[in-house]
Nanobody, 122 residues
Framework: QVQLVESGGGLVQPGGSLRLSCAASGSIFSIYAMGWYRQAPGKQRDLVAVISSGGSTDYADSVKGRFTISRDNAKNTVYLQMNSLKPEDTAVYYC????????????????WGQGTLVTVSE
């Protein structure tokens, strides 16, 4: 019923920038919190940044001051602007949204994107 499609990953040199996007489509009534997670090889999936429906944001300490999360509610889209990238930022990045369906009101479901690979290397 709902699909999250990510884009924007790729290979970038240390110090470079990338912008990730994640667009939701389907039978959506409302989207609450949106977030980005990442999973490096052999490690668990960790929260990178989250943005509430009201626009409040929170970041992992490792990305504060370098990454910015934002959302466009009209487009059901969340973004992650990543600046001053470091090799340790290399991971698969996943978007996440808490969504209330038009066909099932007053209940939130959690949806994940398919993941996009970000590689920071010379």
């Amino acid at each position: 019923q709902v699909q999250l499609v990510e884009s924007g990953g790729g290979l970038v040199q240390p110090g470079g920038s990338l912008r990730l996007s994640c667009a939701a489509s389907g039978s959506i009534f409302s989207i609450y919190a949106m977030g980005w997670y990442r999973q490096a090889p052999g490690k668990q999936r960790d929260l990178v940044a989250v943005i509430s429906s009201g626009g409040s944001t929170d970041y992992a300490d490792s990305v504060k001051g370098r990454f910015t999360i934002s959302r466009d509610n009209a487009k059901n889209t969340v973004y992650l602007q990543m600046n001053s990238l470091k090799p340790e930022d290399t991971a698969v990045y996943y978007c996440n949204m808490n969504i209330e369906l038009a066909t099932m009101r007053r209940v939130q479901f959690r949806y994940w994107g398919q993941g996009t690979l970000v590689t920071v290397s010379e």
